[in-house]
């Protein structure tokens, strides 16, 4: 989806400014765990308003269907039950997606000029017409998110429904949730609004309630409300700190102008050797010894 | 350089064959791999049909370059293993670059220089094969788990680099040792160019004679 086209933070595999002229709101969505039902109407919602219809699975015995994320399921509730407290069984179901980053590994990571752009309000979306299919991507995300599609080989994830919100929509998940456990609108005013059912649920006794926003990814645009903020596990492991991993950071940042400057120093190093030395020839001696 | 039926074989033409397809699917895999390495290379793509036919095409010519690799390791390593004479030229490497090889040891067929790049270019293919296929997304990455596919990635570009600062040493020496490059292209090299630069191999096969 090429909405939005002047306001662009980031691109990937690109090295020069991109069209950043205009200053565009922070968007984030806030998605309450503690008032989740998980009836998967945003399931619903993402594969309504994206038109897509993905394989009919096989149940395997749980709630959890489809069983994962795939190129045509960009969210997927996740259903864990925990006992925190011993006897007390607690239903903890988490709808899983892209978090959109504000510094997206998937991005990083990205080979393609453009296959990946990170708008000013800090959505994170692929564009598959540029998408090579090599899977960095999936290499670089800290939250296993993108999956490569089998039929066009092309990655896949939610865009935050980047078309509607390009249009002053909230994102179709938003729209169609029951109980409001999922809202949308500026990062800042869904912080305030955690803050408020943070302090309603410690409240309750969820003495460690809060905000899930991890700050090793420079926080997310996608955050979630969790009643046990000290245990992400729990919510079918969710990361604790996530950031991007050391290895993509060392491949994706030091790596690549360190060797490309090592390559040309070689190859330039070869040519003025060459001018400076001159070629390694036969000696005359050896030359005329075998002159007859 | 005009041929002398007194020239010297140095190469058969089964090996200068191999050495060719690996040399070809080294340039495709360097033009293709640098593609996806820095966004600067990234137009080298074209040349292979676009970034997605790069990424299609880049693991299966590294295959062959793997396997045609192996072929002339097979060919050539007992010829490479290292001797305490090319330890001292390998000492003495330096007096080598600056154009003075009057003190350097008889070389063999391959001075203690062509050998160190032997072995070395052995431990790159390895590496640059093992970690490719933990890094083909279409086959085998589903099989590895992701810190491994991170490692692979990392080194996978690291050797990368590292290889073709190598083969660009390969090449450069090469041109400049006159006389050298028509060995690979059609196998002989003169009495003299072999009593200069390789006189032990020159002994060996001349029987010490012109």
Redesign the interface.
Known sequence: MALQSLDIKARS???TPSPSVRETLEVAKLIDISKCIGCKACQVACMEWNDLRDEIGTNVGVYDNPADLTAKSWTVMRFSEVEVEAGKLEWLIRKDGCMHCADPGCLK?C???GAIIQYSNGIVDFHEE?C?????C??GCPF?VPR?SKTD?KAYKCTLCSDRVGVGLEPACVKTCPTGAITFGAKEDMIHRAEGRVADLKGRGYANAGLYDPQGVGGTHVMYVLQHADKPGLYSGLPKDPSI?S??C??KGI???L??F??GL??LG?LF??IT???????ND??K??EE | MKRDPKDLIRYTAPERANHWVVGMAFILLALSGLAFFHPAFYPLSQFFGGGVWARILHPFIGVVMALSFVAMFFRFWKLNLITPADKEWLGRIGEMVNGDDHNMPAAGKYNGGQKLLFWLLVCCIALLAVSGLVIWRAYFSALFPIGMIRFASLMHAMVAAGMICLIIVHVYAAIWTRGTIRAMLYGTVSRAWAKQHHSAWFRQITGGGK
Do not use: D, Q, R
């Not at chain 1, 090579?132 to 960095?136: L, S």
């Not at chain 1, 030395?277 to 000696?283: A, D, F, L, R, T």
């Open positions: 595999a690109t090295t990571a080979p393609a000029p540029y090579i299919g090599c899977g960095y999936i290499t296993n490569i080989n991993s290895m993509v060392l491949w790596t690549k102008p060797t490309s090592a390559i070689v190859a070869s050797h060459y030395k001159g070629p390694n020839e036969v000696s050896i030359e010894e075998f």
